[in-house]
């Protein structure tokens, strides 16, 4: 008894310093078992079926890899406003309803705003109308077992969060929150399969810099809230590929704390296009199709639904609101000078 009240007492925080290492993370899709939010059914049409409906067999003329294959590719990377665009008629079927997760981004309350669970109005999450009715970022899906199960098993992914000034993990107000990128494996429990506190990270200080980023935050009632961080970078790649990340803009934490565990939300505005050439870099056509998912429909609801950070030369909007749901675990986080 005396060795188990040792270790519950074990001293997660250290010189006003605790660190949270990522250990879980899905897109915040708000799901009914009813998939009512999906009242036409899910996009189950894979890229095949988008390439046969875009270039159909007995059309005029052959089809040739120039007109077809390399157009595709190379669209989103050679286009003007006098090009029209080939992705607007693909069918797409967008999650409906006024429900989701997410938090109230810009401070205000629209027509386009969604309320949570809880009642609060102004949450800005315009990905879950993109994504929400594609099978395969849903609970059930691909994407959302895999790209978890790729953040835990790739040290590319390994980002963790640093509070330092702290004095009351329960109310504080004001802390400094550090983002870093670790390099050690996740400590597990002897199943493998869930994680403990009290591991180690080390600061990834060479090749990790990219996603070093500094931000104010203040701790109220057991939750810390950030100030938004203007741009971050987070890894998000899939095994073998070394540079999958998401660019989020206006980033901020809205996060449950205790000495072993953080659980919350981090949203922003997404990059559209950096999301779109993640997506197509790092989950092959063969992929795709099993998530009945298409990147090319996909990408013209993100470019339809993006709600943010305008083109100054276009007026087209280059971001889109979204949220993450994700947990953390307590690390000891070791700096190079340690």
């Keep these: 008894m005396a060795a188990a009240s040792a270790a519950t007492a074990q001293p997660y925080q250290q010189d006003g310093r605790i660190?949270?290492?990522?250990?879980?993370?899905?897109?915040?899709i708000h799901e009914t078992e009813a998939k009512t939010e999906c009242p036409q059914g899910m996009n189950s049409r894979g890229s095949r079926d988008l390439f046969a409906e875009q270039f159909p067999e007995g059309g005029?003329?052959?089809?040739?890899?120039?007109?077809?294959?390399?157009?595709?590719?190379?669209?989103?990377?050679?286009?003007?406003?006098?090009?029209?665009?080939?992705y607007d008629s693909l069918p797409f079927y967008e999650a409906q309803g006024d429900v989701s997760y997410g938090l109230n981004l810009d401070g205000e309350v629209s027509a386009d705003d969604f309320k949570n669970s809880a009642g609060e109005e102004g949450i800005d999450n315009q990905l879950y109308r993109a994504l929400g009715c594609i099978a395969g970022y849903r609970k059930d899906g691909p994407y959302w077992f895999f790209e978890n199960d790729f953040m835990i098993n790739n040290g590319y992914n390994r980002w963790m969060i640093e509070l330092s000034g702290v004095d009351d993990l329960v109310n504080d107000d004001e802390v400094t929150v550090t983002t870093?990128?670790?390099?050690?494996?996740?400590?597990t429990d002897a199943t493998g399969e869930g994680f403990i506190a009290g591991g180690t990270q080390r600061v990834d200080a060479r090749w990790g810099q990219s996603f070093v980023e500094e931000v104010k935050g203040r701790i109220k009632d057991g939750v810390l809230t950030t100030e938004p961080i203007t741009q971050a970078k987070i890894p998000w790649s899939q095994p073998g590929v070394s540079d999958g990340y998401h660019i989020f803009k206006d980033l901020q934490l809205q996060l449950t704390l205790t000495s072993q565990v953080a659980q919350g939300l981090m949203a922003g505005y997404v990059d559209v296009e950096q999301f779109n050439h993640r997506f197509r870099t790092n989950w092959s056509s063969h992929h795709q199709n099993y998530g009945q998912s298409a990147s090319a429909s996909e990408y013209a609801a993100l470019k339809r639904l993006a709600d943010a950070y305008p083109d100054p030369e276009t007026g087209a909007n280059t971001a889109i609101s979204g949220a993450v749901e994700v947990t953390l675990t307590q690390v000891y986080i070791v700096h190079p000078d340690e």
């Design 19 to 28: 660190g949270y290492v990522l250990t879980e993370r899905h897109w915040a």
């Design 180 to 187: 870093y990128r670790g390099l050690d494996k996740l400590f």
């Design 60 to 86: 005029d003329g052959e089809r040739t890899v120039v007109d077809t294959r390399l157009m595709i590719e190379g669209y989103q990377y050679h286009t003007n406003t006098a090009t029209t665009d080939i």
